[in-house]
């Protein structure tokens, strides 16, 4: 057994809207580094088995988001959280900071009241409400360029606006497949298309950032919400939430088109039928900050085992993972 070898690992489940997170409490050596980013490309070079062995099959699956708590590096805030999933590390998850207020609640380490995180792409900070519900303050959102077109083999001519929340997004109103859970097949493949496509013509966030995020908008189901949307993930799955960071670029996108005022209400249904209550204020130097409320449960609260004789005590290696 190497050093990085865990005997145990303890994790607590929860689902935000439908999307699960899986907090990993105690049992995983401590990433080095000063900051958040630094943490996370240490976690990437030493611990990446973790990340699979949490996540991924035989213990997990493919939508998990995986959240790994840290000291803080920021005084004044309550932990560093470094987000994951089947495929690679998040900058910011939405639906998983609500899961880690949840989590750190059922742990007894929060009460209701605001508390601060850091994370990779920033600080941002979570208010739990009495009633359970938790909302998110995250880091400034940006429409980074509007209406660009992105030829996809199969599906023709896509255009769509590249905007981020927190990761970076593709978002387009494409009307090719049905929004629905019926289609959650055709629509993986269809946004899948739309990401090899957009990576095959160099289309990128700013600095080269990788758009790993593609959010399909469509007409609301629920009559209380504003639109509807399909997220297809950096690690290949589909977000079964609105998507925290989704939400917040589509209002991005919304704003700097004239379609969202800061502080009204944008209310964002996800394709599992959650939502999301979304809105805007204006930062200190104008940024636009997106502000997203809603609910989490804990699901389980376990400890996962590492038997040294289990071949995939690590998950599924990746040429045997899909989305790898
Ligand atoms: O809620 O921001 C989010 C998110 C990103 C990936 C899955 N969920």
């Not at 009559?223 to 079964?240: H, I, K, P, T």
Request: glycine share 12%; proline share 5%.
């Amino acid at each position: 057994m190497t050093t990085a070898e865990p005997i145990a690992i303890r994790i607590v489940d929860s689902h935000t809207e439908g999307e699960p997170t899986r907090v990993v409490v105690s049992g995983w050596p401590q990433p080095s580094g000063e900051t958040m980013a630094e943490r996370r490309d240490d976690l990437s070079a030493r611990f990446d088995h973790l990340r699979r062995a949490v996540v991924r099959e035989p213990r997990g699956f493919d939508a998990i988001v995986g959240a790994l708590l840290t000291p803080p590096v920021n005084e004044g805030s309550t932990a560093g959280i470094v987000f994951f999933n089947n495929g690679t590390y998040l900058g910011m998850c939405g639906h998983g900071l609500i899961g880690v207020v949840r989590t750190l609640e059922f742990l007894g380490r929060l009460k209701p009241g605001k508390a601060y995180f850091d994370t990779p792409v920033g600080t941002v900070s979570a208010e739990l409400f009495d009633d359970g519900s938790v909302s998110i303050d995250s880091v400034p959102a940006k429409l980074h360029a509007r209406d660009v077109a992105v030829d996809v083999e199969g599906y023709g001519r896509i255009v769509g606006d590249v905007s981020w929340g927190g990761n970076w997004f593709f978002i387009t109103h494409a009307d090719q497949v049905p929004v629905d859970m019926a289609h959650v097949g055709e629509l993986t493949r269809f946004t899948q298309a739309i990401q090899d496509a957009i990576r095959a013509q160099g289309i990128t966030g700013a600095d080269g950032g990788d758009i790993d995020h593609i959010e399909i908008s469509a007409a609301p189901e629920r009559a209380d919400a504003d639109c509807r949307n399909f997220v297809l993930c950096s690690g290949g799955a589909y977000d079964r939430s609105p998507c925290g960071t989704g939400t917040s670029a589509k209002m991005a996108s919304l704003h700097a088109r004239g379609e969202l005022r800061i502080d009204d209400e944008w209310r964002q249904e996800g394709i599992a039928g959650g939502l999301f209550t979304g809105w805007l204020t204006l930062g200190e130097n104008g940024e636009i900050m997106p502000h997203v409320r809603g609910s989490a449960f804990v699901t389980a609260d376990a400890t996962l085992r590492f038997d040294p004789k289990d071949p995939f005590r690590f998950g599924i290696p990746d040429a045997m993972h899909a989305n790898a």
